[in-house]
């Protein structure tokens, strides 16, 4: 296995690890959207059933726009995998700072809860956190995608070239 290999390998799973964080928003959303104030508070407040997302997801996330950016580095002369890889790097580094932008800032509100009542309209901080999770996913969905195709275009590339050899 090639550094290179091994590089996309620890890319591709790490972006793994933080899309399926992602998609367990993006899976919830529709039901979620159907709690009503005290359950959706109870459960995403008070009993902050993802409170390892942060800690772990955050590794996840960091890792993976890290990662990404040394393999864009590494396949920098390859052509058309570059601009996938490039493509993916960007599209990670987009859903953290969509992240950042819209979600932290209601976890940051969400935090004031614990000690304040929750104001009247929480749906606005509810719909604001949901709806940015969801579109955190789909960048991700994106992201993840174009440094898979990244990995199918050289080795299409590679088969044709050894083909051509024989």
């Known amino acids: 296995m090639t550094l290179i290999q091994l590089w996309r390998f620890i890319t591709i799973m790490l972006a793994s690890f933080s899309l399926s964080l992602s998609m367990a928003h993006l899976l919830e959303l529709p039901r979620r959207m159907q709690f009503d104030q005290q359950l959706w508070v109870k459960v995403t407040v008070f009993e902050n059933v993802y409170?390892?997302?942060g800690s772990v997801g955050a590794a996840f996330e960091i890792g993976s726009i890290l990662?990404?950016?040394v393999l864009v580095f590494l396949v920098r002369k390859r052509g058309s995998t570059f601009y996938w890889t490039l493509g993916g790097a960007i599209l990670l580094?987009?859903?953290l700072v969509s992240?950042?932008?819209f979600v932290a800032p209601m976890n940051a509100e969400f935090a004031t809860w614990l000690?304040?009542?929750v104001p009247s309209n929480w749906m606005r901080y509810r719909n604001q956190w949901e709806y940015a999770h969801a579109v955190n996913a789909l960048v991700k969905i994106i992201g993840f995608s174009s440094l898979v195709i990244s990995v199918l275009v050289e080795t299409a590339k590679?088969?044709?070239a050894h083909s051509n050899h024989l």
């Open 67 to 69: 990662a990404a950016i």
């Open 99 to 101: 992240w950042v932008i």
């Open 115 to 117: 000690t304040n009542p």
């Open 51 to 53: 409170r390892y997302f």
């Open 93 to 95: 580094v987009l859903a």
């Open 158 to 160: 590679r088969k044709v």
